[in-house]
């Protein structure tokens, strides 16, 4: 159960062990701890001594399937997740350590090695679930985990970008070797989320045509629909204007998938080709019922989805393509001022919108993550462009009772 007010969140777990039965209360100061590792304290380096399992997709269904009402099942999933949750963020509290001073200090990349910092603790400390009792107590950390956690994104790419703006050139910050390390960072991240809320799903939020998280039939065609309609909503927001999407391929059309990362692969992939179409058009001044469609079209694999976005927003530069998929790389940036664009409708409209000009695009990360939601399950993300014309997007998505995870050690874990 969790309670709200001005300046405490109680979060009560009540577990039974073998004798006498407790009950605690984890405050807002535990939750939002700050403490750091002493020197001296080998924690973290002691669970990052220890193997992770490695996830397998197969299993993953076949247990899910087998466990709805099986307590044994659910308890056995729990102390899964208990064991590799800690050793995986010991993996990256490492690395958060090991980073170079000029990153390691950024408060944006404190605040994800504190929050990280607290979650390792509040899982490694959790008793052991033995009872559905316990079960109840840790799923409610784990969800209070996942909110706390659902920022850091956000100050990863916070922090990265002052760090690129600090060091002044992308030579220097090139330097640094960053793209590795947000890869795993961000492959851990989808890691134990999915752990986390395959067990939740499992034991508490049970729906129909689900295990777990997996949705057995994704529509697809829906899935597309939906992604390009939040999209067209946020250019509408920002440009007063927006292209037709013109969704080409079966509607029948679905495989096994988790829908949140079809989703946000695809949302990402939509505001791009709505943001490029939309300036490219304005910048030649055409017609607003001139904006050329996005077309998409939905092709069945022999095991999967192919799916391919293609726009005529004025494509990507030769130079620029080995950029679009580094971390922290976006052309909002060499979006002109209204001094530059002197007074033509781009720039009065970005003019006009404020801060609000640059919400078609993020800080650096929709792209590269969005190839790695697709690699993760062993699916690819693929880019092809003509300059002055336009882009085409693919996404190859495995259906997950035949995809693996994308692991290559324990930098992916």
Not at 21 to 45: G, M, N, Q
Not at 59 to 77: E, P, V
Not at 321 to 345: C, L
Request: charged share 25%.
């Amino acid at each position: 159960m969790r309670l709200h007010c001005a300046s405490l969140r109680i979060i009560r777990f009540t577990t039974r062990q073998t004798a006498p039965r407790y009950c605690h209360i984890f405050t807002r100061a535990e939750l939002d701890s700050k403490d750091i590792p002493s020197f001296y304290d080998r924690t973290v380096e002691e669970h990052a001594l220890l193997p992770p399992t490695r996830l397998n997709l197969k299993y993953m269904l076949d247990f899910g399937a087998n466990s709805y009402k099986d307590k044994a099942k659910i308890l056995k999933s729990a102390r899964f997740v208990q064991r590799e949750l800690p050793i995986r963020l010991a993996h990256r509290l490492l690395d958060l350590q090991y980073l170079p001073y000029v990153v390691a200090t950024n408060p944006h990349i404190k605040k994800v090695f504190e929050t990280y910092y607290t979650s390792f603790n509040l899982l490694r400390t959790h008793p052991l679930v033995t009872t559905m009792e316990q079960n109840e107590s840790l799923c409610t950390l784990l969800k209070a985990l996942i909110d706390k956690n659902a920022p850091m994104i956000d100050a990863l790419a916070k922090g990265i970008r002052e760090c690129h703006q600090k060091l002044g050139t992308r030579r220097n910050f090139e330097a640094l070797h960053l793209d590795d390390f947000l890869d795993s960072m961000l492959r851990s991240r989808i890691s134990r989320r999915l752990m986390a809320e395959q067990h939740l799903n499992l034991g508490q939020n049970q729906q129909d045509g689900f295990v777990g998280v997996v949705q057995l039939e994704l529509p697809v065609w829906n899935i597309c629909a939906a992604a390009a309609r939040n999209a067209e909503l946020v250019c509408l927001d920002t440009y007063y204007a927006a292209p037709e999407v013109k969704i080409k391929g079966p509607r029948d059309l679905v495989l096994p998938y988790i829908p949140g990362h079809l989703e946000y692969i695809l949302y990402e992939l939509f505001k791009n080709a709505f943001r490029a179409t939309v300036e490219h058009h304005i910048s030649n001044n055409a017609p607003e019922q001139d904006i050329p469609p996005i077309t998409v079209t939905l092709c069945k694999s022999t095991h999967g989805v192919t799916i391919k976005i293609s726009d005529q927003g004025g494509g990507i530069p030769a130079d620029k393509m080995k950029e679009v998929f580094r971390y922290g790389y976006t052309t909002v940036r060499d979006t002109p001022s209204m001094d530059q664009h002197d007074g033509d409708q781009l720039g009065m409209i970005l003019s006009h919108r404020g801060d609000e000009g640059t919400v078609m695009a993020g800080l650096g990360f929709g792209l590269p993550m969005s190839r790695l939601f697709a690699h993760f399950f062993g699916g690819d993300l693929s880019l092809y462009s003509i300059e002055g014309y336009g882009t085409d997007v693919f996404i190859s998505i495995k259906s997950l009772d035949h995809a693996e995870l994308d692991c290559d050690g324990l930098n992916v874990l």
